[in-house]
T-cell receptor, first 109, second 113 residues
Framework: AQRVTQPEKLLSVFKGAPVELKCNYS??????LFWYVQYSRQRLQLLLR??SRESIKGFTADLNKGETSFHLKKPFAQEEDSAMYYC???????????FGTGTSLTVIP | NAGVTQTPKFQVLKTGQSMTLQCAQD?????MSWYRQDPGMGLRLIHY???????DQGEVPNGYNVSRSTTEDFPLRLLSAAPSQTSVYFC????????????FGSGTRLTVV
């Protein structure tokens, strides 16, 4: 069965420090993974997709099939990065998105 | 181009009442879905649709109905509201799930008392 696990519900880092939000998945096949971000009182927005290997707002994420992980990283956290972050996976047949439970990131000034 | 529009933004229902949450998109997206967002549980898929006239169940469909008579609209119906349905509901659409990238609505905060 498809599953996305975000082990940290809450994560706090100081401004300027590196940040890593963990995401592990289980999927029988070639996964397609994404990171979404939800700023306070706003709608969810797509942040990254692994197939495009892009860097958005300084964030990167690498798919590690051996460790079944898709961790989100940023070398220097900014206060405006404080938000809820969700890892998501497309299920078999590409018809269902599975979201993790989310990690609330707080960047301390 | 309004994107994905959800109405109402807030709603309070009494147990047993029914209501419809509206979702409309103007991007000609074929794929639409409904999620509920609960603390500690992330977003869970309720129902989804891959095109007009085609709907299917997600992870937590019980107590909800959907229909897709047009490409633009995908309403979610609560048949008999229960306190367990207190949640924030998000509608999302995409031209293709495999390309990734949903566009989300702003959400409906529903309280059932």
């Amino acid at each position: 069965a498809q599953r996305v696990t975000q082990p940290e519900k809450l994560l706090s880092v100081f401004k300027g420090a590196p940040v890593e939000l963990k995401c592990n998945y289980s999927y029988s096949g070639s996964p397609e993974l994404f990171w979404y971000v939800q700023y306070s009182r706003q709608r969810l927005q797509l942040l990254l997709r692994h197939i495009s290997r892009e860097s958005i707002k300084g964030f990167t994420a690498d798919l590690n099939k051996g460790e079944t992980s898709f961790h989100l990283k940023k070398p220097f956290a900014q206060e405006e990065d404080s938000a809820m972050y969700y890892c998501a996976l497309i299920g078999i047949g590409g018809r269902q998105f599975y979201f993790g439970t989310g990690t609330s990131l707080t960047v301390i000034p | 181009n309004a994107g994905v529009t959800q109405t109402p933004k807030f709603q309070v229902l009494k147990t047993g009442q029914s209501m419809t949450l509206q979702c409309a998109q103007d991007m000609n997206h074929e794929y639409m879905s409904w999620y509920r967002q609960d603390p500690g549980m992330g977003l869970r898929l309720i129902h989804y649709s891959v095109g007009a006239g085609i709907t299917d169940q997600g992870e937590v469909p019980n107590g909800y109905n959907v229909s897709r008579s047009t490409t633009e609209d995908f309403p979610l119906r609560l048949l008999s509201a229960a306190p367990s349905q207190t949640s924030v509901y998000f509608c999302a659409s995409s031209y293709s799930t495999r390309a990734g990238g949903y566009t989300f609505g702003s959400g409906t905060r529903l309280t059932v008392v």
